[in-house]
């Protein structure tokens, strides 16, 4: 079985199948849905004017480009796993300070904390309900992925600069090698997210959909 040598000092590590996860993060109802609660309740004037660009770019391409590394990691034999914004209660009141300040409220077993259907889970794909930006804070990720072999992280999904930058830092901190896949992950305007892009990049490896694509079938 090849595995990975822990004396190459290098983010520039081809994805080991084995010891990798796909982790997609916060691509649900709440967040990717117009009528999702973060959105539902704003006019439609106002909404295409805030965020007409971001759902259509989301939904042209970051969704199907998750989609396919979905397909190719599968093939691939790498684990696939989901992160929602979900509180532990119907009142939210276990989420994170920040998120009720924010607002922030996805109760338990709502639509809005389910994976959007165009990608959803298949099987017993783990999904890990989360109330607070990084994943790594409120939910026992690093436990489940240590318990499954995990040392390299593909990290995609919504929104670039919050909660999908969260968890790149989070997971190079513990220990894992993170490759960001920067054409399957998007914040709401495009200097968002080159400016995100451009400032996580010391933290971890970026490829397009295409090339970790290529490199899972290789």
Not at 35 to 60: N, T
């Amino acid at each position: 079985m090849t595995t990975i040598n822990p004396t190459t000092l290098t983010r520039e590590v081809p994805l080991v199948p084995g010891q990798s996860a796909l982790l997609i993060v916060d691509v649900q109802n709440f967040s990717a849905k117009r009528e999702g609660a973060e959105f539902g309740h704003l006019p439609d004037a106002e909404f295409r004017e805030k965020y007409g660009a971001f759902f259509d770019r989301i939904w042209s391409e970051t969704i199907p480009n998750i989609r396919r590394l979905q397909d190719a990691c599968r093939a691939a034999g790498v684990e696939v796993m989901f992160t929602t914004i979900e509180s532990l209660t119907l009142d939210g009141r276990d989420r994170s300070l920040d998120y009720k300040i924010t607002g922030f409220n996805v109760p338990k077993g709502s639509w809005d904390g389910k994976v959007v259907d165009e990608i959803a889970p298949v099987g017993d794909e783990i999904v890990l309900p989360k109330s607070s930006s990084s994943v790594f804070v409120s939910t026992h990720i690093d436990y489940v992925l240590r318990n499954l072999g995990v040392r390299q992280l593909v990290i995609t999904g919504l929104v670039t600069d919050q909660c999908v930058e969260s968890a790149i830092r989070d997971a190079c901190d513990l220990g894992y090698l993170v490759t960001q896949v920067t054409d399957a992950c998007m914040t709401y305007t495009e200097a968002r997210q080159t400016a995100s892009i451009n400032a996580i990049k010391g933290y971890c490896r970026q490829l397009t959909t295409d090339a970790l694509c290529a490199e899972l079938a290789s």
